[in-house]
């Protein structure tokens, strides 16, 4: 079993652009998709990035993603930071024999 | 609207069972594979189980294995969690999502196990 390494916080000011990474241990990050969850506080998670770096319609293009095959990581940025954007963020992935792994989750705050 | 909304959670005791259910609606749910997905008080995302559209593939996380059953009703537009000898541990919000190919969650459904 793989696992996907985040970062615990991250921190940035409106108007800033801040990026949130996501190691995955073993196995190719560019094997399988990588999606993206922004999760408020008392309210379900929602989709912001799947399969890499595709936005669902409503989200906002200050949100992106990529991954990098040279640090087997995937990262979601975000541009134009909102207090709005404040928020848990999680990444997952999967593998044929690990239909579902998510990272740990990063708590970002927009101060 | 594409929608789903899951039901059944409540408060049991240790060694008890529940069944959750979610009902999707806006898309043609026959055609896609689901997950549940749970969250433990003040903890991250644990994925639980997946299913293929017609069933024929099942998977579990080690944490459940033997004791949760995943299935659905592609007529009725229904996917079900049976949960059997649950533990405290079990205690979470259970989520139904659609697919990792442009993920749509539910609401979730608080599942709380006593001791």
């Known amino acids: 079993n793989f696992m996907l390494t985040q970062p615990h916080s991250v921190s940035e000011s409106p108007g800033k652009t801040v990026t949130i990474s996501c190691t995955r241990s073993?196995?190719?990050?560019?094997?399988?998709?990588v999606q993206w969850y922004q999760q408020r506080p008392g309210s379900s998670p929602t989709t912001v990035i799947y399969?890499?770096?595709?936005?669902p319609s409503g989200v906002p293009d200050r949100f992106s993603g990529s991954i990098d095959s040279s640090s087997n990581s995937a990262s979601l940025t975000i541009s134009g930071l909102k207090t709005e954007d404040e928020a848990d963020y999680y990444c997952q992935s999967y593998d044929s024999t690990n239909p579902g792994v998510f990272g740990g989750g990063t708590k970002l705050t927009v101060l | 609207e594409v929608q789903l909304v899951e039901s059944g959670g409540g408060l049991v005791q240790s060694g008890g069972s529940l069944r959750v259910s979610c009902a999707a609606s806006?898309?043609?749910?026959?055609?896609?594979?689901m997950h549940w997905v749970r969250q433990a008080p003040g903890k991250g995302l644990e994925w639980v189980s997946y299913?293929?559209?017609?069933?024929?593939?099942?998977h579990y996380a080690d944490s459940v294995k033997g004791r949760f059953t995943i299935s659905r009703d592609n007529d009725k537009k229904l996917l079900y969690l049976q949960m059997n000898s649950l533990r405290v541990e079990d205690t979470a919000v259970y989520y139904c999502?659609?697919?990792?190919?442009?993920?749509?969650w539910g609401q979730g459904t608080l599942v709380t196990v006593s001791s």
């Open positions: 073993s196995g190719s990050i560019a094997s399988n998709y």
């Open positions: 806006g898309f043609t749910f026959r055609t896609y594979e």
């Open positions: 999502v659609r697919a990792w190919s442009g993920p749509i």
């Open positions: 299913i293929s559209s017609s069933s024929s593939t099942i």
């Open positions: 399969e890499d770096n595709q936005r």
